[in-house]
DNA sequence: TAACCGTGGTC
DNA sequence: TGACCAAGGTT
């Protein structure tokens, strides 16, 4: 006898056979060509599944390889400073992932050998890996036939089964339902391809705002055609915001003024931008560029102001740590997304290429 | 459980 | 300009 809980998931055998074929022989006609799709390394997919939380492919696909030149397994990763890392995350945010995944990696040199665990359950044991994380890398790597439930398999799984606002049932409880629904349709047989298959139909069909049904290959098993409640909204506001880009030339070579945040800060600590401004206004001559910066909740609209080495008191340099970088040193510090994004639009000669490889450890620490 | 942690593209 | 959104985890 079924259990309850199972028994409201309206799923007969011969739809799941149907389904499962269905949508995996779209999935491999159809599927992006994705760095991390070529490899079955259980630690390179790792980097890929991290990398990718609440992140664009897009974002993902610029720095997956480099990150992965520069920490090709998981003993090289463990062996990094941490700055290093930090340093190759520059710009993708959620640091917090990029420290997680470094001690992680330094538990498994030190606790496995250097072997990555193998199952679902181990994984699911490290730092930053959770539920989603340990089933994509044991069912990718190893055919662990466990399903994911990201983003994009809830609002499928939504969609097929008709589960939306009418019902009552807590979060949680709709989230349990899910789960077993995700899990009764899995291909046990090709558990990797399955769940990316589940993703990716949701991320190029199965759309939040204008889901593209008629050339969905579960469009006859769907209960609602692509109906889903409207996801509440949270409230943005808009910021300016002012920092200086202070160039200095030394005999041999061109030095940036930078100022640390406190390791205390709780957002992006340690980490290294432009000095700030202390008066925000300034005139138009002087202006180097602006730019829009998106933090969380905030739009940030920054202007970047040509300062000198004599403009000292132009700047804010009360609490921070600030120091003099050398140019050609700076794209190896951990900078912040924004400090990163004005260096690399400033047109400075030193930095015309983001080299492939991290320079050798810069002088700042 | 809900708040918190970053970002760039796009409309 | 303002707002939305993307392969989550932690506390």
């Not at 980097?47 to 030149?69: D, G």
């Not at 539920?131 to 399903?147: D, H, L, M, R």
């Not at 739009?299 to 050398?326: C, M």
Request: glycine share 6%.
């Amino acid at each position: 006898m079924a259990p309850v809980k199972e028994a409201r998931i309206d799923l007969k055998p011969e739809d799941t056979a149907q389904m499962r074929a269905k949508l995996l022989d779209w999935y491999r006609r159809h599927l992006r060509d994705l760095p991390w799709r070529r490899t079955r390394d259980p630690y390179a997919i790792w980097v890929s599944e991290i990398m990718l939380q609440q992140t664009r492919v897009a974002a993902v696909v610029e720095r997956y390889e480099q990150f992965l030149k520069n920490f090709p397994t998981v003993v090289a990763l463990a062996h990094a400073a941490e700055a290093d890392v930090l340093a190759l995350w520059s710009g993708l945010g959620y640091y917090r992932r990029a420290r997680m995944m470094h001690k992680a990696a330094k538990t498994v040199v030190e606790q496995f050998g250097g072997v990555m665990p193998a199952s679902a359950a181990a994984l699911r044991d490290l730092p930053g890996i959770g539920v989603y994380t340990s089933a994509a890398i044991a069912s990718i790597a190893y055919g662990e036939p466990v399903a994911v439930v990201d983003g994009n398999v809830e609002r499928v799984v939504q969609r097929l089964a008709g589960w939306g606002s009418e019902s009552r049932e807590g979060q949680a409880e709709l989230n349990r339902k899910i789960a077993d629904y995700a899990t009764r349709l899995l291909d046990p047989t090709a558990p990797g391809d399955f769940n990316q298959a589940m993703m990716e139909l949701g991320a190029t069909m199965c759309l939040p705002k204008a889901p593209l049904c008629l050339a969905c290959p579960l469009r006859e098993h769907c209960k609602t055609q692509g109906e889903h409640p409207a996801p509440t909204r949270a409230r943005m506001r808009s910021e300016t915001a002012a920092y200086a880009l202070v160039i200095r030339s030394q005999a041999r070579y061109r030095e940036i003024l930078l100022e640390q945040r406190s390791e205390a800060e709780t957002v992006m600590p340690g980490m290294w931008e432009l000095p700030a401004l202390a008066d925000k206004e300034f005139d138009e001559r002087h202006q180097r560029m602006a730019v829009r910066h998106a933090i969380m909740q905030v739009n940030y609209y920054v202007r970047i102001r040509t300062a000198f080495e004599d403009d000292a008191e132009l700047l804010a340099l009360p609490s921070g740590q600030h120091k003099w970088i050398r140019l050609r040193d700076v794209l190896g510090l951990p900078l912040t997304g924004l400090a990163r994004k004005v260096l690399l639009r400033a047109d400075i000669p030193e930095l015309a290429a983001v080299p492939p490889m991290l320079p050798a450890r810069a002088s700042a620490g």
